[in-house]
């Protein structure tokens, strides 16, 4: 029982910081990059999420959610 809670709360810690992040990454991106280059720039940045979440089941991480 004691597990469940620890991963619960570090599970909405990560989505806590996440939603202060990302809008800010998104703002900062668009910032630097020119509009043509804008969508291609904050493409890749989107990618982190399904490539690690990749990364993490080829090497048999345990997930944090």
């Not at 804008?38 to 080829?58: I, M, N, Q, W, Y």
Request: with cysteine; aromatic share 4%; hydrophobic share 50%.
């Amino acid at each position: 029982a004691l597990e469940i809670a620890v991963d619960s709360l570090a599970a909405a810690s990560v989505g806590l910081g996440e939603a202060g992040v990302v809008p800010a990454s998104h703002s900062l991106i668009s910032d630097l990059f020119p509009p043509r280059a804008r969508a291609t720039a904050l493409a890749v940045f989107s990618l982190g999420v399904p490539v690690g979440a990749h990364e993490g089941a080829d090497r048999d991480l345990r997930p944090c959610v």
